[in-house]
């Protein structure tokens, strides 16, 4: 292959020989602080001003050791946007207890998101703004993200048998619904705080599927 050794073609992009964490644990671990790193000074200092030197040295590597996961901070951000969701996804998923009726473990999933969201708001928020500001990449990955949810709601159709026929965009707007009330209270100087969005959120999101009235009760 021509051009940069660093780089290889992955699903129609170039991407790094480092990225997504291949290579040796030593590797990985090298990335991953990077990752880290870039996540704390972006959020902090905003990502048009933070620079590839600086995200070195919070991680405590050379310059060089950025390029060889990385193409450019924009790979970075790519990076570090779907690591915050991963985790953040993870949470949720770690606060299910899947003996429980469907409604309550979608209430516990939205606890667990709200929570995960508020201890790390000013990451959160960092990646609410790049997502409006960072152009298609990073708004497709965070569509993606959001799109990891779907399957979830959707076991409501299973459970509800009255809610077998809605339409099929219901889950992808309920999620995204949700999740743009979660990024416009992050970035709103005097809203609420996002774990106060629990019980509406909850209600919003079950009411397709249990009724108005339970979804009520359990929200809470």
């Not at 870039?38 to 950025?66: I, L, M």
């Not at 000013?122 to 609410?128: D, E, I, T, V």
Request: include cysteine.
């Amino acid at each position: 292959m021509t051009g940069d050794p660093r780089r290889r073609e992955v699903g129609g992009r170039e991407r790094s020989a480092g990225e997504n964490g291949s290579g040796n644990p030593e590797s990985q671990a090298q990335r991953k602080r990077l990752i880290d790193a870039f996540t704390k000074v972006a959020a902090e200092r905003g990502y048009a001003q933070t620079t590839v030197n600086e995200v070195a040295a919070a991680a405590g590597v050379p310059r060089s050791a950025f390029y060889a996961h990385f193409a450019d901070r924009r790979q970075c951000l790519s990076a570090a946007h779907d690591a915050f969701f991963d985790r953040l996804l993870t949470e949720a998923a770690g606060a299910v207890d899947i003996d429980q009726a469907w409604p309550l473990r979608v209430r516990d999933a939205i606890a667990a998101t709200l929570e995960f969201v508020g201890e790390t708001a000013s990451r959160a928020r960092f990646f609410a703004v790049e997502v409006l500001v960072a152009g298609p990449v990073i708004a497709e990955r965070h569509a993606s993200a959001l799109n990891r949810v779907v399957p979830m709601l959707r076991e409501g159709r299973v459970h509800c048998p009255a809610a077998a026929d809605l339409p099929q965009l219901t889950e992808p707007m309920l999620i995204g619904g949700a999740a743009f009330l979660i990024q416009s209270s992050l970035l709103a100087e005097e809203g609420l705080r996002v774990a106060q969005l629990e019980p509406e959120l909850v209600e919003v999101l079950l009411t397709p599927y249990v009724g108005s009235a339970e979804a009520r009760r359990i929200a809470g």
